[in-house]
């Protein structure tokens, strides 16, 4: 059964930085499309960054590009985001997930963690 556990998340003022990690289990992890989706309160779900199984393409959503990467390391089983330049509204329960096509639609993803939590606050 594939499973996915996100950890890293916490308090940070703005401006700073964090690093999710998403360690995955359960499945062939080269093959598959990882992405890191976040959801704000009172918000919907939002995309933010997928990587492709091997790891050459990466998407962002506009709203963190150039401050967010992401990455994997196919040996450990880990897919990071690392968050720098972090505003407050970058404040939400982060997840990452397991997708079957290479786009940051939740319909496209059927793998999916519990959450890290991020606030970003003086």
């Known amino acids: 059964q594939p499973r996915l556990v996100e950890s890293g998340g916490g308090l940070v003022q703005p401006g700073g930085s964090l690093r999710l990690s998403c360690v995955v289990s359960?499945?062939?992890?080269?093959?598959?499309?990882i992405g890191w989706f976040r959801q704000a309160p009172g918000k919907e779900r939002e995309g933010v960054a997928r990587i492709s199984g091997e790891g050459v393409n990466s998407h962002y959503a506009d709203s963190v590009k150039g401050r967010f990467t992401i990455y994997r390391d196919n040996i450990k089983n880990v897919v990071y985001l690392q968050m720098n330049s972090l505003k407050p509204e970058d404040t939400a329960v982060y997840y990452c997930?397991?997708?079957?096509?290479?786009?940051?639609?939740?319909?496209?993803?059927?793998?999916w963690g519990e959450g890290t939590p991020v606030t970003v606050s003086s």
């Open positions: 997930a397991r997708g079957h096509r290479a786009t940051l639609a939740e319909r496209d993803y059927q793998y």
């Open positions: 359960g499945f062939g992890f080269g093959y598959y499309t």
